[in-house]
């Protein structure tokens, strides 16, 4: 009797046992099953299918997933395509397809939350896409697709970019031939778009003068530049600090601060305080000559950057720098064809330096026929064009020709 009782207690824990098992390995098959079932989510006249789901769990070395994208809406709609709640090896790399044509839109690092940025879909139009991850040292990935739209409303950034086709940005500005057109250049998960070459569209009117769009910053707000000098106000740079090209402490910020209050002081709501740069890093010192990293990066390798490698100083007004010139088209030679030259304008300073020597500031100059030009001394006299940012929340009116200019007012 004691034998049959102890038969029965060992069956009744072994059936236990089996339908926790069970049990266990069906919750982790159907947690399996709900991350790669398909399934379809709608967002404001976008109606998104995941083929695979949207949740990617995997240490294998290679893993695919696919959805489409079909515009519901009346209306063309602009999206973009991100990845949240990462836990990843920094080497996985990604190649996002687009199975319609099977063409390769992007492929890069896992490094950043956007896949991609800005895509246009027109009414009753369906995006295919493949998203290839690469996993060689096959540790465990974990992250979901997201799908959103893109906020499109009567902003300055919003506007532009409905305006102008997006180009992405050269590999190289060693040519003087210029793509004309609005570029975008990665920074963080946000964009940065700039303007090149002989651009026609992105005149601004504001605070009664005429403005040219330079960029827009990864955070929304505009750089522009006035697209005149300041009348009969040539200037010296002279930096009254012996060490460092303080920027603020120059006569040239002088100068500019003065027109401000006189022209602008009105419009201070709309301006933003912005950092600008003054590249002040020093690459050698030779000789008692010290060079700046504008002077190898700009007049031997070509590589403007859009960061700030030195010391940046936050303002409510400034000049460009000489990267923000040659991405805009400026190069070392002479160049008409594009913006930010006009015709009958004087030499302008921008607020790079590239060496220091015998004490004195050599700043870098935008001659009259366009071409940058370095080893201007301080002393030297040349005209100004006033820089400024302009905030995020405005409407905006226009289309950015010149007579059509881009017009904007406070929300």
């Not at 079932?37 to 109606?47: N, P, R």
């Not at 997201?146 to 500005?173: C, G, W």
Request: with cysteine; aromatic share 10%.
């Amino acid at each position: 009797m004691k034998r049959k009782y102890i038969i029965s207690l060992i069956l009744i824990l072994l059936t236990l046992t089996m339908c926790i098992v069970i049990g266990v390995g069906y919750a982790n098959y159907q947690e399996n099953v709900d991350k790669t079932t398909a399934m379809i989510k709608v967002k404001s006249g976008l109606s998104i299918n995941y083929l695979n789901g949207n949740v990617i769990s995997t240490n294998e070395d290679t893993y695919e997933i696919n959805f489409s994208i079909t515009n519901t809406s009346s209306s063309p709609l602009y999206y973009y395509i991100k990845l949240n709640n990462q836990n990843y090896n920094e080497n996985v790399t990604y190649k996002l397809v687009n199975q319609s044509d099977n063409t390769l839109l992007k492929e890069d690092k896992i490094t950043k939350n956007n896949l991609a940025n800005r895509i246009k879909i027109n009414q009753n139009e369906t995006k295919s896409y493949k998203l290839i991850l690469y996993n060689p040292s096959k540790n465990l990935l974990e992250t979901e697709i997201e799908i959103d739209l893109e906020v499109i409303d009567h902003s300055l950034r919003s506007l532009i970019l409905q305006n102008n086709e997006i180009n992405t940005a050269p590999i190289s500005y060693s040519e003087e031939s210029v793509t004309n057109g609005l570029m975008s250049l990665e920074k963080d998960d946000n964009p940065i778009y700039y303007f090149r070459g002989n651009v026609t569209n992105n005149y601004l009117s504001f605070a009664n003068l005429m403005w040219r769009i330079v960029k827009i910053n990864s955070d929304g707000t505009t750089l522009i530049v006035l697209d005149d000098k300041i009348p009969d106000n040539s200037s010296f740079f002279i930096n009254e600090e012996e060490a460092n090209p303080n920027f603020l402490a120059s006569n040239v910020y002088t100068t500019l601060a003065n027109w401000y209050n006189s022209n602008l002081e009105s419009y201070d709501s709309y301006i933003a305080s912005s950092k600008y740069c003054t590249d002040d890093n020093a690459l050698v010192e030779e000789n008692g000559t010290i060079y700046y990293l504008p002077e190898t990066r700009l007049f031997q390798n070509y590589e403007p950057v859009s960061t700030c490698p030195g010391t940046s100083y936050t303002s409510k007004i400034a000049l460009l720098t000489a990267d923000e010139v040659m991405m805009a088209g400026g190069f070392v030679n002479p160049n008409a064809n594009y913006y930010l030259y006009k015709e009958g304008l004087d030499s302008y300073w921008t607020m790079t330096p590239n060496k220091k020597e015998n004490g004195v500031f050599n700043y870098i100059v935008v001659n009259s026929d366009g071409a940058l030009n370095k080893d201007k001394i301080e002393t030297s006299v040349f005209a100004i064009r006033p820089v400024i940012t302009l905030i995020k929340k405005l409407n905006t009116t226009g289309s950015g020709s010149i007579t059509d200019p881009y017009k904007v007012s406070l929300i």
